[in-house]
């Protein structure tokens, strides 16, 4: 690990990464860059929504998540896959989407993130790089696939992540915490908590 000259003691990096690593919101918005498609490789200065969302991946295992498109939804999750296999080891993450082409943008912005992070915060090397997936020397890794209707089986995951795969009238099953009772419904039937309430 080379200390940074932007840190007086080994301690105080050593702290900077602790802090990083306990916090995605906190390492995303102080070291991750995006790719932005008029002003280039900028620093992700990250919306309140946004800042909502990393909250409600941290604090819920389940989240769906209604929005619009070129909302900045697709560079989150690739900063928080990012932040997530940097700083836990062996974790397994999957991200499916109805296009190759979709799936691979998370993959870009994964990419990207590592490939502009400081170099005493690169705590584990990327050791697999190429269009579907990026491993970490840590175990971690992330892979993009297409839906089908074997997708992710026979596969220990840790995060999953199903991008534009879903329409209003997609059908899921859903099991009530307290009653275990299980049912079918549409995704425009599910109630979809109001973070802003």
């Avoid at 409600?56 to 209604?66: D, G, Q």
């Avoid at 993959?107 to 970490?136: C, D, G, H, M």
């Avoid at 995060?159 to 899921?172: A, Q, Y």
């Amino acid at each position: 690990m080379h200390e940074s000259k932007e840190f007086k003691s080994k301690k105080q990096l050593i702290s900077e990464i602790i802090n990083c690593g306990k916090s995605p919101s906190y390492f995303i918005k102080k070291y991750v860059k995006i790719q932005h498609p008029l002003r280039g490789l900028i620093p992700f200065a990250t919306f309140q929504y946004q800042d909502d969302l990393l909250s409600a991946f941290v604090k819920n295992r389940f989240n769906i998540v209604l929005k619009a498109r070129q909302v900045g939804i697709t560079s989150l999750m690739g900063a928080f896959i990012a932040w997530f296999i940097l700083f836990h080891k062996d974790k397994n993450v999957l991200v499916v989407s109805t296009k190759q082409e979709t799936a691979k943008n998370v993959i870009r912005a994964v990419k990207v993130a590592f490939a502009n992070l400081p170099k005493w915060l690169s705590i584990a090397k990327v050791s697999t790089n190429n269009k579907q997936s990026v491993e970490l020397d840590n175990g971690s890794r992330v892979k993009a696939t297409t839906t089908a209707s074997d997708v992710g089986r026979s596969e220990a995951l840790s995060l999953l992540i199903i991008d534009e795969c879903v329409s209003g009238d997609t059908k899921i099953k859903i099991r009530n915490k307290k009653t275990h009772e299980i049912r079918e419904i549409c995704i425009k039937d599910l109630y979809i908590c109001d973070i802003y309430k």
